[in-house]
């Protein structure tokens, strides 16, 4: 996701409900130096807002709940043509640059929660997958350079 200029969000969970066993990291790739805080990260209690900045190398992870939102920035005003951003990217224009990628423990105790989070008017195309739990894994053995189906709780896995 990248972002030149925000003056509208919403606070909101990506994630919710999964038992704890779901998370929302985000990474920022392409950073913007000298700003006010970018993210707005809302406590468990819901009483407390935390602006932080995105930091080259430093993920934050969301779990069930995690209400976050874009905070107000403009790193580049489209109506003001008199800022210089020359050198600041390929186009003159700052942007942050951030990836997001959601991760699960699936089993019998979420994986109704995983499915509704994520088939909505445009079913995400893994949906499928979790129609039979517990579900197996898939390991690499090294030494022979194969891989195998396992059932969880296999001890030899």
């Given at each position: 996701?990248?972002?030149?200029?925000?003056?509208?969000?919403?606070?909101?969970?990506?994630?919710?409900?999964?038992?704890?066993?779901?998370?929302?990291?985000?990474?920022?790739?392409?950073?913007?130096?000298?700003?006010?805080?970018?993210?707005?990260?809302?406590?468990?209690?819901?009483?407390?807002?935390?602006?932080?900045?995105?930091?080259?190398?430093?993920?934050?992870a969301m779990g069930d709940f995690g209400y976050h939102k874009t905070r107000m920035i403009s790193y580049h005003d489209p109506d003001d043509n008199g800022q210089d951003y020359d050198g600041m990217t390929a186009n003159g224009i700052p942007?942050?640059?951030?990836?997001?990628?959601?991760?699960?423990?699936?089993?019998?105790?979420?994986?109704?929660?995983?499915?509704?989070?994520?088939?909505?008017?445009?079913?995400?195309?893994?949906?499928?997958?979790?129609?039979?739990?517990?579900?197996?894994?898939?390991?690499?053995?090294?030494?022979?350079?194969?891989?195998?189906?396992?059932?969880?709780?296999?001890?030899?896995?």
């Amino acid at each position: 996701m990248g972002v030149t200029h925000c003056d509208k969000s919403l606070m909101h969970s990506d994630i919710y409900a999964t038992e704890d066993k779901s998370w929302n990291i985000v990474f920022p790739l392409i950073t913007v130096e000298g700003t006010d805080p970018e993210l707005d990260i809302m406590s468990e209690n819901l009483n407390t807002i935390v602006g932080v900045h995105y930091l080259k190398d430093v993920a934050y992870a969301m779990g069930d709940f995690g209400y976050h939102k874009t905070r107000m920035i403009s790193y580049h005003d489209p109506d003001d043509n008199g800022q210089d951003y020359d050198g600041m990217t390929a186009n003159g224009i700052p942007i942050r640059v951030v990836f997001g990628v959601y991760c699960s423990q699936i089993d019998e105790t979420n994986v109704a929660m995983i499915r509704h989070i994520y088939d909505g008017d445009d079913p995400a195309p893994f949906a499928d997958q979790f129609k039979d739990v517990p579900m197996r894994e898939i390991h690499w053995d090294l030494a022979t350079g194969t891989s195998t189906l396992a059932n969880p709780g296999d001890e030899e896995f």
